[in-house]
Nanobody, 127 residues
Framework: QVQLVESGGGLVQAGESLRLSCAAS????????VGWFRQPPGKEREFVGA????????YYTDSVKGRFFISRDHPKNTVYLQMNSLKPEDTAVYYC????????????????????WGQGTQVTVSS
């Protein structure tokens, strides 16, 4: 059974940074697209960004481009979301997700493309 566990969330002030981690167990994710989504309070879940299986390509929603960066550490089976210059509107529960298909060109911004999901970690940005 594959498990994804997010960590690194917390309460920060606007302008500060956080790094979220998504650690996988049960199988390697070295061949799989991993995405980050978030759900702001009272809103629908939305796409944040994703990284291709080989780490060569990253994708971001417009609102986080230039501030958020995704990377992956294959030996650690972990994907990171570095969040800089945080804004109050970044407040949300953040989830990582993985596509189970190996070497696949995932439609990265569609939640139904992902098979494995973490439990989420809360990020709160105060103004």
């Amino acid at each position: 059974q594959v498990q994804l566990v997010e960590s690194g969330g917390g309460l920060v002030q606007a302008g500060e940074s956080l790094r979220l981690s998504c650690a996988a167990s049960g199988r390697t994710l070295s061949y799989n697209t991993v995405g980050w989504f978030r759900q702001p309070p009272g809103k629908e879940r939305e796409f944040v960004g994703a990284i291709s299986w080989n780490g060569g390509t990253t994708y971001y929603t417009d609102s986080v481009k230039g501030r958020f960066f995704i990377s992956r550490d294959h030996p650690k089976n972990t994907v990171y979301l570095q969040m800089n210059s945080l804004k109050p509107e970044d407040t949300a529960v953040y989830y990582c997700a993985a596509d189970r298909r190996n070497f696949y060109s995932t439609t990265y911004d569609r939640a139904n493309e992902y098979d494995y999901w973490g439990q989420g970690t809360q990020v709160t940005v105060s103004s």
